[in-house]
């Protein structure tokens, strides 16, 4: 081993230690495919002493079965809230954009909404959804990860949004940030590049945290009743059936929805050791440090 | 290579994983049989769109052969389509469209008309609002167009259509979407099943995962359907530059003495539809086949996807 790889694993043992005092700053477009995507890694991490702050972009107004959408952001907003209790979370701020309407919210507003936040917050990791995954048909994600990215960049540099820098709000750079998405884009292991500056697919153990996330995606309730009625619908217009469902109690849902994190678990564990994981796409302190010097 | 690094309680760790495989573009692909289903809807901002090089022509004309009623669903008036004024193209492009559609079996054409090129400035929303309410009337099974999510897409047309398309196909069938449709006698309807097309090999983006076989029949409509807009493909222009660079190089095609410079331009794109479906056919160990990306009905729900294999019951 040579004496630079002994100081950079000095580094990263020291990194570790101060995990105690992590400050994660998490942004959503809807609650379920945060919980579903990072549910577990962030559990971890409060688990470990991190303070988690989680920004919700949407309501998900429309993401129940046989409810109007007011009611269903508002149960929505309770239900979220359960959740990041179960997951260790210290707080949820929601932002209360319509869910499936972003597309028409300038993108700078909303990255300079989330600016602030950043700079208010002064987190050292960032969560958020991953714009570039393929595949995942709710947009929102699209939208939403696209400003968070730029918002990462823009918290750090004094000239954007002036008048919350005179109020005191300094520029803050979030030293490590987490791409996420659900395993839907059959690329998504593959590096964009092997350039020293660009995100790495990662692969993190969620064993320990299995049962939480289960818990937290159960906390759901509306978006799961809402998943499993189409879902039973669909086989039910096609003359097919799932056994689970032929009675849609509570139960029989909460029971659909283990599966669900279950079998995301398995499928971001593939190709690895753990029995259940995430993946996400990463970036952190050391994609600041040429390789050469890494290695 | 791989970074360790445990977290505070040391009871689990995070390990970095680099696990790219560049050798995936070269796994073969499956043959599918069409999903199942009634009704296509085929949504593409242009005239052109359902012929282009790698094509959906011969798909359309698949679905058609076997039973499906399918229907085009055109966002732009392509003004700017062609050489002629926009006010010209327009006409010329639709009269195109609409013959190209009969060759291939195409129920109706429907027209948007949002203008050329220009979908970028346009509220999504209300482009979406329109699809989701043709959804809701025609009740597509299957939706076929742009890979909204491919990379390098320059055309902002393909690009915007395309997201409207990705949110549209499920959302129509949610009832808090657009209740207003309701009031002039439709229901919540959603379609199950993505089909996007791969419009060139660029880069990374587009990735297909799946072929189509198709025979010699409907790729004989596909060349027909792809010649048949001459504003833009079949271009006498095009044949005149390619028999003066031949000139050059003392060469000549056989096939063309006794063409006209028009005849020789169709029998070109005549040439391209059939290599370019061949070519995808010996990829696919068949004769004739396109390349697609292929969005199967849970593939939203990919933890639960092998569950439903195993548990979800046929009678
Ligand atoms: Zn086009």
């Not at chain 2, 055109?74 to 004024?85: C, F, M, P």
Request: aromatic share 10%; charged share 25%.
């Amino acid at each position: 081993m040579s004496r630079s790889t002994l100081r950079f694993f000095a580094f990263w043992l020291f990194g570790g230690l101060l995990a105690a005092q992590q400050k994660v700053l998490v942004i959503s477009a809807d609650s379920a495919n945060l919980v579903l995507s990072a549910g577990g890694l962030l559990a971890g991490m409060a688990r470990a002493g991190a303070d988690v702050w989680w920004v919700r972009v949407t309501n998900d107004e429309k993401d129940s079965w046989k409810l109007a959408p007011e009611e269903t952001a508002l149960r929505s907003r309770r239900e979220s809230e359960a959740a990041a209790k179960l997951l260790g979370f210290r707080q949820v701020i929601h932002l209360g954009y319509r869910a499936g309407e972003l597309a028409e919210t300038p993108f700078t507003t909303l990255r300079d909404r989330l600016v602030i936040f950043i700079r208010h917050y002064r987190p050292n990791v960032l969560f958020i959804p991953n714009p570039y995954t393929e595949y995942d048909r709710v947009l929102d994600r699209f939208y939403t990860g696209r400003a968070a990215e730029d918002a990462w960049r823009a918290a750090a540099i004094e000239n954007f949004v002036p008048p919350f820098t005179h109020l005191g709000l300094a520029p803050h750079r979030a030293g490590e940030i987490y791409y996420y998405a659900q395993p839907l884009d059959p690329q998504r292991r593959q590096a964009e590049s092997t350039s020293t500056f660009v995100p790495q697919p990662k692969v993190v153990d969620i064993t320990p945290m299995l049962e939480t996330k289960i818990r937290a995606a159960q906390a759901l309730t509306t978006s799961n009743e809402a998943m499993a009625q189409a879902l039973k619908a669909r086989l039910e217009t096609t003359g097919r059936r799932l056994p689970l469902l032929d009675t849609l109690a509570p139960a029989s849902i909460q029971k659909l929805v283990e599966e669900n994190v279950r079998g995301l678990a398995k499928l971001c564990a593939q190709g690895t050791s753990y029995s259940a994981a995430e993946e996400f796409h990463y970036a952190g302190v050391e994609f600041r440090i040429p390789r050469k010097y890494r290695e | 290579m791989g970074f360790r690094r445990t977290f505070g309680s040391g009871m689990w760790a995070a390990v970095l994983l680099c696990l790219g495989t560049p050798s995936q573009a070269q796994e073969q692909l499956p043959l599918r049989p069409l999903p199942p289903g009634k009704t296509v809807f085929v949504l593409q901002p242009h005239h052109d769109d359902h012929t282009t090089d790698h094509g959906m022509g011969g798909l359309i004309a698949r679905f058609v052969d076997e039973g499906y009623d399918v229907y085009y669903l055109r966002a732009s008036n392509d003004e700017k389509d062609g050489t002629a004024l926009p006010a010209e193209n327009d006409k010329i492009n639709l009269r195109e469209a609409l013959a190209a559609a009969k060759v291939l079996g195409i129920k109706e054409v429907i027209n948007l008309n949002w203008r050329n090129d220009y979908t970028a400035p346009i509220p999504l929303n209300e482009l979406r609002a329109q699809i989701i309410f043709l959804i809701r009337k025609y009740k597509p099974d299957i939706v076929v167009g742009h890979n909204p999510w491919e990379h390098y897409q320059k055309n902002p047309d393909h690009r915007n259509v395309g997201r409207a398309m990705a949110e549209a196909y499920w959302m129509a069938g949610l009832e808090n979407v657009h209740p207003e449709h309701f009031l002039l006698g439709v229901q919540p309807h959603a379609a199950s099943y993505l089909i996007g097309k791969a419009r060139l090999d660029w880069g990374l983006g587009h990735r297909p995962n799946v072929f189509f076989e198709l025979n010699a029949e409907q790729v004989r409509r596909k060349q027909i359907a792809y010649h048949t807009h001459r504003n833009v493909y079949a271009n006498p222009a095009t044949a005149r530059a390619m028999r003066a660079e031949l000139a050059r190089l003392g060469l000549y095609l056989p096939e063309w003495e006794a063409l006209d410079d028009q005849e020789a331009a169709v029998l070109m794109e005549a040439w391209h539809m059939e290599w370019i479906s061949r070519q995808r056919g010996r990829q696919a160990g068949v004769e004739f086949a396109e390349d697609y990306y292929f969005m199967d009905e849970f593939d939203h729900l990919p933890g639960l996807k092998a569950y439903l294999q195993q548990h979800v019951r046929t009678p």
